[in-house]
């Protein structure tokens, strides 16, 4: 079975871009949820998602936001880039919200220069 | 996000030997998870703890969740070169809505 993907893999910006990253669950996860993970740290929760609602976010500004689709994929969004925007960001999917037990995506690398 | 304290920051071990590490934190959890993670890949999962006191093993690994519920260790037992990599600890609990809190990882680097 398929695990968590991630598209694009890699990703080159410039300040002040947008950017969209997207995310499709294991067959039968609805909840996603969204990290960045900068180098050196551990990942930092961004966003949770669950049947196309917002359920949890972390403190990120606002330039930050997400949504998720019918079939329980779900993008992220980063308008207005900056240079500490660079990280690797994570999806992740769980079969409920509320269910703690998370299995990670390979990430997007997002570089902004 | 709560803040997890892990140790050691990084090991440097021969293969072979087993290691420790842990993870404390200053709040309560509901759950503890252990992820190992290779460079420019995301977090694998190794082992979930759902309950205080609660050792669970899988191969060479084995995992406690702290009956405190503000610790938990990880143990890996004959290590192997393929062990190398960072290893997380990630703390839920309901007050967050189940999102993880990541410590900083351990690096594990072993020798041949």
């Known amino acids: 079975d398929a695990g968590v993907t991630q598209s694009p893999t890699h990703l080159i910006k410039t300040r002040g871009q947008h950017v969209t990253l997207r995310c499709s669950p294991i067959s039968g996860h609805k909840s996603v949820s969204w990290y960045q993970q900068v180098l050196g740290q551990g990942p930092q929760f961004i966003f949770q998602y669950y049947e196309k609602e917002e359920r949890g976010r972390g403190n990120f500004p606002d330039r930050f936001s997400a949504r998720q689709f019918p079939n329980y994929s779900s993008e992220l969004n980063v308008n207005a880039l900056l240079l500490g925007d660079s990280a690797l960001y994570l999806c992740?999917?769980?079969?409920?919200?509320?269910?703690?037990?998370?299995?990670f995506g390979p990430g997007t690398r997002l570089l902004v220069l | 996000g709560q803040q997890l304290n892990q140790s050691p920051q990084s090991m440097f071990i021969q293969e072979g030997e087993d290691v420790s590490m842990n993870c404390t934190s200053s709040?309560?959890?509901?759950?503890w998870l252990w992820y190992k993670q290779d460079p420019g890949e995301g977090p694998v999962l190794l082992i979930a703890l759902y309950k205080a006191g609660e050792l669970t093993s899988n191969g060479r690994l084995t995992a406690q969740f702290g009956i405190t519920r503000k610790d938990s260790f990880l143990n890996i037992s004959a290590s192997i070169p393929s062990d190398v990599g960072i290893y997380f600890c990630?703390?839920?609990?309901?007050?967050?809505?189940?999102?993880?809190?990541f410590g900083k990882g351990t690096s594990l680097l072993v020798t041949p």
């Open positions: 992740a999917s769980s079969l409920e919200v509320g269910q703690e037990t998370q299995y």
């Open positions: 709040s309560i959890f509901n759950t």
């Open positions: 990630a703390g839920a609990n309901s007050n967050s809505g189940y999102a993880l809190n």
